[in-house]
């Protein structure tokens, strides 16, 4: 079958949209700078020598890479990051700045070993350090009209069985304006995280063997909490003005709730659920594990 170089242009175009999207989705994007918006004229390029070889075995080729790289141009002049920084000194900091359009922001954290904690408010839109042996860290902001997107991974570049990599922390303070959406993917680490200061609309964790300690205020009026787990440790601790709702198959897991009733087998609420101006939804899905539920 013979394509025509429109086809292959448009139809490369597509596929490189397309995927470049569901990487994105699954944070696996790490190539893709916004700055490559400075490199719109190898676009003009391409297209002058699509010119100059009409009617070659080479103009096939051009179309399949002009398609491409329209796809990463309008991807990087969009959506691409503000900032694509690699550290891999034991300790640095990294921050981004705050812009006033902002409204709401994401928080994407992925690590292994190590602690990560979280208090304070800062003039940025994020500022923090981190540190590490023997890690690789990529910490990614990207801006989208009144969102913003930020990303930090951390991992070992050489796992030691018996060195010293598990040593990896994150301390992280976040501006108090925006409303913020929390993921964070967490091997076997200490997470400490007091998020009162935070207009924290939705919170995602998941995490393997963990000692986790979580802090909720009551800036939003809805707090959607979803916890997976396996062999951890878990408090969170909730404003006694609040409601809040439990809900998962808890069957395996030592509970300790403060003051909350237990509607069923699967879903615990306090007393004041149904009438409570702000309420936190905790959603859990764990294994053997200690959950414990302190109001404040």
């Given at each position: 079958m013979k394509f025509k170089n429109g086809q292959l242009f448009w139809g490369f175009f597509f596929l490189s949209i397309g995927a470049i999207f569901l990487l994105?989705?699954?944070?696996?994007?790490?190539?893709?700078?916004?700055?490559?918006?400075?490199?719109?004229?190898?676009?003009?390029?391409?297209?002058?020598?699509?010119?100059?070889?009409?009617?070659?075995?080479?103009?096939?080729?051009?179309?399949?890479?002009?398609?491409?790289?329209?796809?990463?141009?309008?991807?990087?002049?969009?959506?691409?990051y503000t900032e694509n920084s690699d550290y891999s000194d034991e300790y640095a900091n990294f921050s981004e700045e705050f812009k006033d359009s902002t409204k709401n922001a994401t928080l994407k954290i992925t690590t292994g070993m190590g602690k990560i904690t979280a208090n304070g408010t800062t003039e940025k839109l994020i500022s923090g350090s981190f540190s590490g042996i023997n890690t690789i860290s990529n910490f990614k902001t990207r801006y989208d009209n009144n969102d913003a997107r930020i990303v930090f991974?951390?991992?070992?570049?050489?796992?030691?069985?018996?060195?010293?990599?598990?040593?990896?922390?994150?301390?992280?303070?976040?501006?108090?304006?925006?409303?913020?959406?929390?993921?964070?993917?967490?091997?076997?680490?200490?997470?400490?995280?007091?998020?009162?200061?935070?207009?924290?609309?939705?919170?995602?964790?998941?995490?393997?063997?963990?000692?986790?300690?979580?802090?909720?205020?009551?800036?939003?009026?809805?707090?959607?909490?979803?916890?997976?787990?396996?062999?951890?440790?878990?408090?969170?601790?909730?404003p006694r003005e609040s409601g809040c709702q439990v809900k998962g198959d808890m069957v395996l897991i030592s509970k300790e709730f403060d003051d909350l009733v237990e509607i069923d087998k699967k879903k615990y609420e306090t007393d004041n659920f149904q009438t409570a101006k702000n309420k936190i939804l905790i959603n859990l899905d764990g294994g053997v594990s200690n959950f414990e539920i302190e109001r404040y």
């Open positions: 994105d989705k699954n944070d696996y994007i790490n190539f893709i700078p916004h700055e490559i918006i400075n490199y719109w004229p190898v676009l003009i390029i391409l297209w002058g020598v699509a010119i100059l070889l009409k009617n070659t075995i080479a103009k096939p080729i051009i179309s399949i890479v002009s398609g491409i790289f329209l796809a990463l141009f309008l991807y990087g002049s969009f959506w691409g991974k951390q991992r070992n570049d050489d796992i030691q069985i018996l060195g010293k990599n598990g040593n990896n922390n994150v301390d992280f303070s976040l501006n108090p304006n925006p409303i913020w959406k929390i993921y964070l993917t967490v091997g076997a680490a200490n997470v400490d995280l007091d998020l009162t200061e935070y207009k924290v609309s939705e919170f995602n964790l998941e995490t393997g063997a963990t000692n986790c300690d979580l802090k909720f205020g009551n800036k939003q009026e809805i707090i959607d909490v979803s916890v997976e787990m396996g062999a951890a440790n878990l408090k969170i601790f909730i």
